[in-house]
């Protein structure tokens, strides 16, 4: 994972610009303070918001989820303290060898904070997420994992 964060940063600065799924006014500290390092930034977060505006609602079909969503998720969230789950989700597009998830993996069962962490049936590179019983076992108490 480590060598997969550092090829894109040595990518970003080449871009023509970069998108992030966000708004201004959320992380106007972070995106301030990215905007002096980096190339054009574009923030376009809460376009889900935008489809409930239209007047004919000719978006009732379009969500913004590509899977269905896990209500269990939610159920889980309200049984932990606020403020205290680390959540992870690669979104839609991001791919993984078994080397960096399983990197991942133990970086979230070492911090030893309760996560909820997505992971898309199509997460890693040519084939299907297995977790070790052994990364089961040490976060089985404080973690929820969906797809």
Known sequence: MLEYLIEVAARVRSASAIVFDTFDELER???NGLSSMLPFLCTIGLFPLLLNQSPQNNFASLGSNLWKED???L???ESKESESVVYVNFGSIT?????QLLEFAWGLANSKKPFLWIIRP???IGGSVILSS???????DRSL???
């Open 71 to 73: 209500p269990k998720c």
């Open 122 to 124: 199509d997460l890693l």
């Open 145 to 147: 994992i969906a797809s």
């Open 134 to 140: 052994e990364f089961v076992n040490e976060t089985k």
């Open 29 to 31: 500290n972070a995106m």
């Open 75 to 77: 159920e889980w969230l």
């Open 95 to 99: 791919v993984m060898s078994a080397e």
